[in-house]
């Protein structure tokens, strides 16, 4: 079975402070992607970013970075610079395996509020 | 804007009325999802469906069913309803059910959602 777990429910920072969300995943396949969503107070699902299991390259794009570590099923998420706009709900996602019929399992989130 | 179209938008209802969410998902895309997000289950997979057949199903409720049809829209349907299945529906679209094996290679593409009330 797939769980995500988000231990952090809510981070509040002020503009311009760099904000790091914690993801943890478990999973017996070895094949797997990981995601991260934004939600928005609108309410709607937003894709940010994906990663395979078998590239741990982290990377950066724009304000965002990510930090995928297979050694220890993190796959942290970070925004640099903060502004009001990023307030929202993160969510981290995992699909893996063939009996998760391609689903995603998504973790509980995590609340941003970016205070200017 | 993701490209899917959900609706309605809102909808409230009685306790043991039946509604039906609609969804159209993103040109060519073949597979549909549908999840539930309520505030103490989080977000929930109900169920897949690729080119008209269902793929995968998760906690989906036996009061619960869906479907998709030829054109690839796809309706969810709730019947019975209970107080606890207030929630935001969402559905989900994707180019192809998975690439690598049967995991899904790509991200889901969601709509708005559906805000669900039952009284």
């Known amino acids: 079975a797939q769980k995500v777990t988000q231990a952090q429910t809510e981070i509040s920072v002020v503009e311009k402070e760099d904000v790091t969300l914690d993801c943890v995943y478990e999973?017996?396949?070895?094949?797997?992607?990981l995601f991260w969503y934004k939600q928005p107070p609108s309410g709607e699902l937003v894709f940010l970013i994906r990663?395979?299991?078998?590239?741990?390259q982290n990377e950066i794009s724009g304000r965002y970075s990510w930090n995928f570590q297979k050694s220890t099923s993190s796959f942290n998420f970070t925004i640099t610079a903060s502004q009001v706009v990023d307030s929202a709900v993160y969510f981290c996602?995992?699909?893996?395996?063939?009996?998760?019929?391609?689903?995603?399992?998504f973790g509980g989130g995590t609340r941003v509020l970016v205070k200017p | 804007d993701s490209g899917v179209t959900q609706t309605p938008k809102h909808l409230i209802t009685a306790t043991g009325q039946r509604v039906t969410l609609r969804c159209s998902p993103r040109?060519?895309?073949?597979?549909v999802y549908w999840y539930q997000q309520s505030l103490d289950q989080g977000l929930q997979f109900l169920i897949q469906?690729?080119?008209?057949?269902?793929?995968a199903k998760g906690n989906i409720l036996e009061r619960f069913s869906a479907q998709q049809f030829p054109d690839l829209h796809s309706e969810l349907n709730l019947s019975s309803l209970e107080l606890g299945d207030s929630a935001l529906y969402f559905c989900a679209s994707s180019v192809v059910p998975g690439l690598a094996g049967g995991v899904n290679t790509g991200e889901l593409f969601f709509g708005e959602g559906s805000r669900l009330t039952v009284l």
């Open positions: 999973t017996r396949d070895t094949t797997y992607y």
């Open positions: 990663r395979n299991s078998f590239d741990e």
């Open positions: 469906y690729y080119n008209g057949e269902e793929r």
């Open positions: 040109s060519g895309d073949l597979s």
């Open positions: 996602a995992l699909s893996a395996g063939k009996a998760a019929g391609n689903k995603l399992t």
